[in-house]
T-cell receptor
Framework: EAGVTQFPSHSVIEKGQTVTLRCDPI?????LYWYRRVMGKEIKFLLH????????ESGMPNNRFLAERTGGTYSTLKVQPAELEDSGVYFC??????????????FGPGTRLTVT | GQSLEQPSEVTAVEGAIVQINCTYQ??????LSWYQQHDGGAPTFLSY??LDGLEETGRFSSFLSRSDSYGYLLLQELQMKDSASYFC????????????WGAGTKLIIKP
C-alpha cells in the first residue's frame, strides 16, 4: 500500500511569488490534514478535510493560504503571495474515518518551503 | 489557550532507559499520542493512550494520567536508531478532532 506522498519535496521561492503544494493521501482515507513546522517549534495544525469538505480550517494563518481537496482525493495548498514567515516544512497526513476507531495519522515526507 | 510542554532535548546512553515527559493543558481531552520523527523524515505514529495507565509495545511504552494532565514515553534498551525527535500530541475535544502538538523532544543517544 502506498503511503502519503507530497510534492514537491523542496521549494525555494521569492517573497511575493506563489507556490502550490500537493498531497496525495492513502487511498480510502477520508481525513486529510495539513500541518506546518517552523524550525525547532511545534507542529502546527492548519486544516482538516473530511472527504472534500473543510471540517476545520482554524489553523490557517491568513487568507494568503488556500487549500482544496476536489473530489475528496488529493489536496493542494496554495500560498499567494508568499511571505518570509511562511518558510517551514509543510506536512500532510491522512487517517481513516473516525468510526474505524483508529487514531493514527499517516504523514507524508513533507515539503520544505523556503521564501527568500 | 491550549499547550503541551515537553523537554526540548534529552541525552541518554545506548542500552539505557529514557523517559520523555509531556504535560498538557487543553480545554478538553480525548487522548494522548506519541510520534517519532527522524531528521528529514515524516512523523510516524508510536502510541495512543485514552485511559490512565501504561501501554507497552515492544521496547516502547506510553503512560497517561488524566487527573495530572501528564503522560510519558518510555524507551528501553536504547539503540542508536532511536535518535530522533519525539512529539506528544493531544486529541482535544473542543478542537474539532484535531491534534494539538508539543514542540518535540530531541533524543540524543551516545554510544
Amino acid at each position: 500500500e502506498a503511503g502519503v506522498t507530497q510534492f514537491p519535496s523542496h521549494s525555494v521561492i521569492e517573497k511575493g511569488q506563489t507556490v502550490t503544494l500537493r498531497c496525495d493521501p492513502i487511498s480510502g482515507h477520508d481525513n486529510l490534514y495539513w500541518y506546518r513546522r517552523v524550525m525547532g517549534k511545534e507542529i502546527k495544525f492548519l486544516l482538516h478535510f473530511v472527504k472534500e469538505s473543510k471540517q476545520d480550517e482554524s489553523g490557517m494563518p491568513n487568507n494568503r493560504f488556500l487549500a482544496e481537496r476536489t473530489g475528496g482525493t488529493y489536496s493542494t495548498l496554495k500560498v499567494q503571495p508568499a511571505e518570509l514567515e511562511d518558510s517551514g516544512v509543510y506536512f500532510c497526513a491522512s487517517s481513516q474515518a473516525r468510526t474505524s476507531g483508529s487514531y493514527e495519522q499517516y504523514f507524508g515526507p513533507g515539503t520544505r518551503l523556503t521564501v527568500t | 489557550g491550549q499547550s503541551l510542554e515537553q523537554p526540548s532535548e534529552v541525552t541518554a546512553v545506548e542500552g539505557a532507559i529514557v523517559q520523555i515527559n509531556c504535560t498538557y493543558q487543553t480545554s478538553g481531552f480525548y487522548g494522548l499520542s506519541w510520534y517519532q520523527q527522524h531528521d528529514g523524515g515524516a512523523p510516524t505514529f508510536l502510541s495512543y493512550n485514552a485511559l490512565d495507565g501504561l501501554e507497552e509495545t515492544g521496547r516502547f511504552s506510553s503512560f497517561l494520567s488524566r487527573s495530572d494532565s501528564y503522560g510519558y514515553l518510555l524507551l528501553q534498551e536504547l539503540q542508536m536508531k532511536d535518535s530522533a525527535s519525539y512529539f506528544c500530541a493531544v486529541w482535544a475535544m473542543d478542537s474539532n478532532y484535531q491534534l494539538i502538538w508539543g514542540a518535540g523532544t530531541k533524543l540524543i543517544i551516545k554510544p
